[in-house]
């Protein structure tokens, strides 16, 4: 079945790091994507990952892909509050142009 | 280069009525996909468009319909509107091809039925 879950909630401290966290039921995925979303507004796209690599960094953004396991993590380097947000993982399923989101992660980050 | 553009913005409708809400991709972009976002149900997927082809299909009743213009403009219709149908409703486009996995958010539609 095609499913994606991420926990709900994170707070870190100004200056810490993050890291979300994500799984995914599908092993057809092609790639792997992070957004963010402020309130009121779309979606950003953050990053991704295509399911063949294990790792992509662009600066402040870490993602790590353990295919094995369907996990994907997002880790935000020297996290800062304009970061406080919600962060949704997505997977784009292998011969389909659909996209399976998970239910968001809101990060909120403390001064 | 422009983003995606979405009008309206905020839409108030009534149970039993249709509604029909605009996208606009990035200038060049040929695919575009359509989302409905709610706190329940999170970010679902409706239908995504390319030359005018829908070319994928969420679960949603036949009351959801779309279409893409020869512009890569795309509208969604929602025909004989219910409460639930109160959402966010959100466009991305994408260039298509080798690069369909760039999609880019439009600021979306907030459609409220009362």
């Known amino acids: 079945g095609e499913d994606v879950e991420q926990s709900l909630f994170l707070s870190v401290r100004e200056g810490d790091s993050s890291v979300i966290n994500c799984t995914y039921t599908d092993s057809s995925s092609t790639y792997l994507y992070w957004y963010k979303q402020e309130p009121g507004a779309g979606l950003q796209l953050l990053t991704y990952i295509f399911s063949n690599m294990d790792m992509k960094q662009d600066q402040r953004l870490t993602v790590l892909l353990n295919k094995k396991d369907k996990h994907l993590s997002l880790r935000i380097a020297d996290t800062q509050t304009g970061d406080s947000a919600i962060y949704f993982c997505?997977?784009?399923?292998?011969?389909?142009?659909?996209?399976?989101f998970g239910t968001g992660t809101r990060l909120k980050v403390l001064a | 280069k422009a983003g995606v553009t979405q009008t309206p913005r905020y839409l108030i409708k009534t149970r039993g009525q249709q509604v029909t809400l605009s996208c606009s991709p990035i200038s060049g972009h040929r695919s575009v996909s359509w989302y409905q976002q709610t706190p329940g149900q999170g970010l679902q997927f409706l239908f995504e468009?390319?030359?005018?082809?829908?070319?994928n299909k969420g679960n949603f009743p036949g009351r959801f319909s779309g279409r893409q213009f020869s512009n890569s403009r795309s509208e969604m219709n929602v025909s004989t509107l219910e409460l639930g149908d109160s959402a966010l409703y959100l466009c991305a486009s994408s260039p298509g091809g080798d690069r369909l996995y760039e999609q880019y958010f439009g600021p979306g539609t907030r459609l409220t039925v009362t």
């Open positions: 468009y390319f030359s005018e082809t829908q070319r």
């Open positions: 997505a997977e784009s399923l292998s011969g389909t142009y659909k996209y399976i």
